[in-house]
């Protein structure tokens, strides 16, 4: 026969597996949420107002490819590829920083071959690149699967009776003496002046200068939506460890110009590897439009 103080005692020595319990679902469920944040891929598709767009081009749709850091989305990327392909693109800009690590090369071929059979696709470099690849080498291998390179190039897209150039150009990290985004600007004024210009470029934090030299639309990467997204603010923390940057995810204008950035799509370099929070991958889809136009 037991009494009320001995069970009472049983009771209370269960609690404490009731706690660990419940704190094991907790910590389970908090590593399932920033699972989420760092790979569920989140497609965004804006509307884009671009300064000159003629008729023939207007809801020309884009999907962007950024900042991948060398992740794949399902074994040869799959995952991502079909994912793209659901958008349905015009064409696919890839604005650099596709990997981290040399070995990663490898990983390339199967992403660009995937691309470029969805819609023609379009590439420039990213700071991480010239860090840590043989530049050249990954060129050419983006250039055998079907992908156009635009090294500080550009060339003339038309669509709907109408044109507009596309040019792209190297990321700054890149040659010291390379050709300058207001000389690029120049070369197209002088062959094909009048056009709407837009330019594929890697660092949203030079849009100023891009804007300067008259580019009508500039699709970037680089700032990774700035890694934290709080409410009110453009990100917490910039690739340069500054904090509250600015032109970190979506449309902004300067002038005539206006700046398009991705969140990008892969793993964060600071203020550790890995991290995003409110800060989702981003497929990011343009549908470029006159209306509402700078």
């Known amino acids: 026969m037991t009494d ?46 671009v300064h000159g767009l003629p008729e023939g081009v207007e809801d020309l749709r884009i999907v962007q490819i950024s900042d991948l850091h060398g992740h794949e989305y399902g074994e040869d990327s799959k995952d991502l590829l079909a994912l793209v392909a659901e958008q349905e693109p015009d064409l696919i ?59 500080n190039q550009y060339t003339v897209l038309e669509r709907g009776g109408d044109r507009v150039v596309l040019a792209g150009v190297d990321d700054p990290n890149g040659y010291a003496d390379q050709k300058t985004p207001e000389e690029l600007y120049g070369e197209i004024q002088e062959q094909d002046g009048g056009l709407c210009t837009i330019l594929l470029a890697h660092r949203n934090d030079r849009f100023e200068e891009y804007a300067a030299a008259g580019y009508d639309l500039v699709i970037s990467g680089h700032a990774h939506g700035g890694i934290i997204r709080l409410p009110f603010t453009d990100g917490l923390l910039g690739t340069n460890r500054r904090f509250f940057p600015t032109w970190t995810a979506g449309v902004y204008t300067l002038g005539d110009s206006t700046l398009f950035v991705s969140r990008g799509l892969g793993n964060n370099t600071v203020p550790f590897p890995g991290f995003r929070l409110f800060n989702r991958p981003d497929l990011a889809v343009l549908e470029l439009t006159a209306e509402g136009a700078p």
Do not use: M
């Open 4 to 49: 009320s103080n001995s069970r009472t005692k049983g009771k209370k020595r269960r609690h404490p597996l009731r706690w660990v319990a419940a704190l094991l679902i907790l910590i389970l469920a908090g590593w399932l949420f920033l699972q989420w944040q760092l790979w569920g891929i989140q497609v965004t598709v804006t509307r884009v107002p």
């Open 93 to 151: 800009a890839v604005t650099g920083d596709l990997i981290d690590q040399e070995s990663q090369l490898e990983l390339v071929p199967a992403l660009a071959r995937g691309l470029s059979a969805i819609a023609p696709t379009y590439y420039v470099t990213g700071n991480h690149e010239w860090a840590c690849a043989d530049v050249s080498q990954l060129k050419g291998v983006l250039a055998e699967c079907g992908v156009t390179v635009l090294t």
